[in-house]
């Protein structure tokens, strides 16, 4: 299976929409980190489904989608992900919050936004990195879509489990 990762829009529908459009094959979910809620609305995603976030920059989102929180955890082909933009864990200044939560909450893969810099990194519980990680966290930070360079994440899921994190840009 395959996912986009978007985040930080910032009010550019059409780069979201173009790069959902240049996808080799349809995605099988997009996951929206925050920062531009309202674009989601004038994109057509041809039933794929999305699963998004608020960013701070969201203030009305309430109006467009109720069930977009500050932070949630889907399971997506066994595994757990965290789902949140990051503005409320600091992580322009350090990501040691964020990672310990994730690692508390059992999460396998965890998806952040704000900083607009696209970042990935595989920690696993042997280098000691996070305290209390019991086992492999992937992260990723797609950067931003409304940034000067617009990039996005991809998360490919294989049959036998394998988790590939890429980024690409526009």
Same mark, same amino acid.
């Given at each position: /299976? $395959?996912?986009?990762? *978007?985040? &930080?829009?910032?009010?550019?529908? $059409?780069?979201?929409? &173009?790069?959902? +459009?240049?996808?080799?094959?349809?995605?099988?979910?997009?996951?929206? *980190?925050? &920062?531009?809620?309202?674009? *989601?609305? @004038?994109?057509?995603?041809? &039933?794929?489904?999305?699963?998004?976030?608020?960013?701070? =920059?969201?203030?009305?989102?309430?109006?467009?989608?109720?069930?977009?929180? !500050?932070?949630?955890?889907?399971?997506?082909?066994?595994? +757990?992900? /965290?789902?949140?933009?990051?503005?409320?864990?600091?992580?322009?200044?350090? @990501?040691? +919050?964020?990672?310990?939560?994730?690692?508390?909450?059992?999460? !396998?893969? *965890?998806?952040?936004? #704000?900083?607009?810099?696209?970042?990935?990194?595989?920690?696993?519980? $042997?280098?000691? $990195?996070?305290?209390?990680?019991? +086992?492999? @966290?992937?992260? /990723?930070?797609?950067?931003?879509?409304?940034?000067?360079? =617009?990039?996005?994440?991809?998360?490919?899921?294989?049959?036998?489990?394998?988790?590939?994190?890429? #980024?690409?840009?526009?």
């Amino acid at each position: /299976m $395959e996912f986009l990762v *978007l985040s &930080d829009s910032h009010g550019n529908p $059409e780069r979201l929409t &173009d790069i959902y +459009k240049r996808q080799i094959k349809k995605p099988d979910g997009i996951f929206f *980190l925050g &920062d531009g809620l309202r674009d *989601l609305d @004038l994109c057509d995603f041809s &039933d794929t489904p999305v699963y998004c976030v608020r960013g701070n =920059c969201d203030f009305f989102s309430f109006d467009i989608d109720r069930e977009a929180k !500050d932070e949630r955890i889907e399971e997506v082909c066994g595994y +757990k992900v /965290m789902l949140t933009h990051g503005h409320l864990y600091g992580v322009k200044h350090s @990501l040691g +919050k964020i990672l310990h939560s994730a690692a508390q909450k059992g999460a !396998d893969i *965890l998806l952040f936004g #704000h900083t607009h810099i696209p970042y990935e990194h595989v920690y696993t519980p $042997e280098r000691g $990195e996070i305290a209390g990680l019991q +086992k492999t @966290l992937y992260v /990723m930070n797609p950067g931003a879509v409304g940034g000067y360079v =617009c990039s996005f994440g991809c998360i490919g899921i294989s049959d036998g489990g394998k988790i590939l994190l890429s #980024h690409g840009a526009l």
